[in-house]
């Protein structure tokens, strides 16, 4: 067995070397711990940020639309109060404008807008035109200069500038009562004036002439001007009587005491819905005094019963335009209440069932 000896090759670890190595060791693993949380931490930041940046310009452009949205659907609290003020500014102006009643019959020279509101300044009022020629039923002065309309049974409001409005058709022929031969042989003579609704019935003079105005009824012309102008006489056309006591009209509807004097141009009673006197188109009935028909001259019973009754075959009708005085005022229309239980009824009609 050897023995030991500092000369042998065997060497000793010093103890102390070998806790310094550990400690190294030790030190280095931490450090490659930081380093590596260092590392996780960095690439942990830039994934972050490309995230963030890749989802920023979304985020902004969803911003942005969310408030344009909002300010184009709901108006700021400054812009709501400017509209508001402006509501009222526009309602203050219109209380402005006092009408008085007033009535008359001009013509348009152009195309005119209706206004629900006396006043061009305001943009969506407009609820419809008359047409060149067209007529036009006045019955209100504006304080502003505007005229208030009657526009398809419903109040509108024109221009009163005679740029736009005439007081006469000037197109129009006057009225003539010169009388025909064949003319006397009847004892009436009929006039329908358009412009006014009204038509007059003349009697014999002591010549023998249609020139005494015995009776007034008001009418209504057909619209657009589709009751022709002219003189013609009553009498069958092709192939339909003159005269029929109820008969079925144009839209499908019903005429009582219908009288033809143009063709397809009667006179009648306003119409019916059905062949049933009480089943009156009071609506329409309610038009009487303005254009309402399809061309027809529409009548109360008892004014349509007349003629029926008292102008034969032969009888001139004279159809005219004219706003000069007539020599027998306008009768005034009946009015029928609708929420009247009888107003399925021409409260004229001489008929004993009439509840009227």
Not at 345 to 352: A, L, M, N
Request: overall charge negative; proline content about 6%; hydrophobic content about 30%.
């Amino acid at each position: 067995m050897k023995q030991y000896s500092p000369n042998n090759n065997y060497s000793v670890r010093n103890p102390q070397n070998k806790q310094h190595q550990k400690e190294k060791r030790n030190f280095l693993i931490i450090v490659a711990c930081l380093l590596a949380i260092l590392v996780i931490a960095g690439v942990a930041m830039l994934i972050k940020h490309s995230n963030d940046k890749k989802n920023a310009q979304p985020v902004d452009n969803t911003v942005s639309q969310t408030v344009a949205e909002t300010v184009s659907d709901e108006p700021t609290s400054e812009e709501a109060e400017t509209e508001e003020a402006s509501t009222e500014s526009t309602t203050a102006k219109a209380l402005e404008f006092e009408v008085t009643d007033y009535s008359a019959t001009m013509y348009a020279n152009e195309e005119l807008n209706v206004r629900s509101s006396p006043d061009a300044s305001v943009s969506d009022n407009i609820i419809g035109k008359f047409e060149k020629d067209d007529e036009v039923t006045v019955t209100g002065k504006c304080s502003n200069g505007w005229l208030r309309v009657d526009y398809k049974g419903k109040a509108g409001y024109c221009s009163g500038n005679t740029k736009y409005l005439r007081s006469e058709n000037e197109t129009a022929a006057a009225p003539q009562n010169t009388n025909t031969d064949t003319n006397k042989k009847s004892p009436y003579y009929i006039t329908v004036n358009r412009t006014q609704n009204l038509v007059i019935i003349y009697g014999k003079d002591d010549s023998g002439n249609h020139t005494k105005p015995i009776k007034a009824m008001v009418c209504s012309v057909g619209l657009n001007g589709k009751t022709e102008l002219g003189t013609f006489q009553i009498g069958p056309s092709g192939g339909k009587p003159a005269k029929d006591p109820f008969r079925l009209l144009s839209g499908g509807v019903y005429g009582q005491y219908t009288t033809r004097f143009n063709g397809s141009i009667l006179f009648h009673s306003v119409p019916y819905f059905t062949k049933d006197k009480g089943n009156l188109e009071y609506d329409e009935y309610n038009k009487l005094g303005q254009a309402a028909s399809l061309g027809c001259v529409r009548l109360c019973v008892a004014d349509a019963k007349w003629i029926y009754d008292n102008c034969p075959e032969g009888t001139t009708v004279k159809v005219y335009d004219s706003s000069a005085a007539e020599p027998l005022a306008k009768p005034t229309p009946i009015r029928i209440d609708t929420n009247d239980s009888r107003k399925g009824w021409d409260p004229t009609d001489p008929d004993p069932n009439n509840p009227w």
